[in-house]
């Protein structure tokens, strides 16, 4: 069956370290202007939509953006030694996914550390 997917892109500014030699200048506190794609899909629309946009923004912003935002993503996350872009998308995995309406499914997110570097995720 096909899906329709809607993305939508937030900005936040955090810190982070990578406590270990092997990752160079990382191992120092740095920020990053972080850029974050969240797509979500469906099987069928509901008011011929997958869903607002504005609704999709709330979740994010409320579960997400609101945490780490001018936050050390080391603080935010002590649980992830490394908050490398690849670890701190799959906890926002972890934290999005059950947080979207019957039928609304998370379908990848992509998160830009810098222009031209991201990780991505796909269901
Ligand atoms: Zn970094």
Same mark, same amino acid.
């Given at each position: 069956?096909?899906?329709?997917?809607?993305?939508?892109?937030?900005?936040?500014?955090?810190?982070?370290?990578?406590?270990?030699?092997?990752?160079?200048?990382?191992?120092?506190?740095?920020?990053?202007?972080?850029?974050?794609?969240?797509?979500?899909?469906?099987?069928?629309?509901?008011?011929?939509?997958?869903?607002? /946009?504005?609704?999709?923004?709330?979740?994010?912003? =409320? +579960? !997400? &953006?609101? @945490?780490?935002?001018?936050? %050390?993503?080391?603080?935010? /996350?002590?649980?992830?030694?490394?908050?490398?872009? =690849? +670890? !701190? &998308?799959? @906890?926002?995995?972890?934290? %999005?996914?059950?947080?979207?309406?019957?039928?609304?499914?998370?379908?990848?997110?992509?998160?830009?550390?810098?222009?031209?570097?991201?990780?991505?995720?796909?269901?």
């Amino acid at each position: 069956m096909s899906r329709i997917s809607i993305t939508k892109r937030f900005g936040f500014e955090s810190a982070h370290f990578l406590p270990d030699k092997i990752y160079g200048k990382c191992e120092r506190v740095h920020g990053h202007s972080y850029q974050l794609f969240v797509t979500v899909s469906s099987e069928k629309l509901v008011n011929n939509m997958v869903i607002n /946009f504005s609704d999709l923004s709330v979740i994010v912003k =409320e +579960n !997400i &953006i609101d @945490k780490v935002d001018h936050f %050390l993503l080391n603080d935010v /996350f002590p649980e992830i030694k490394f908050p490398t872009a =690849e +670890n !701190i &998308i799959l @906890k926002f995995v972890d934290i %999005l996914e059950s947080k979207f309406p019957d039928g609304v499914f998370l379908e990848k997110i992509k998160l830009f550390e810098t222009a031209n570097s991201f990780a991505e995720w796909t269901k």
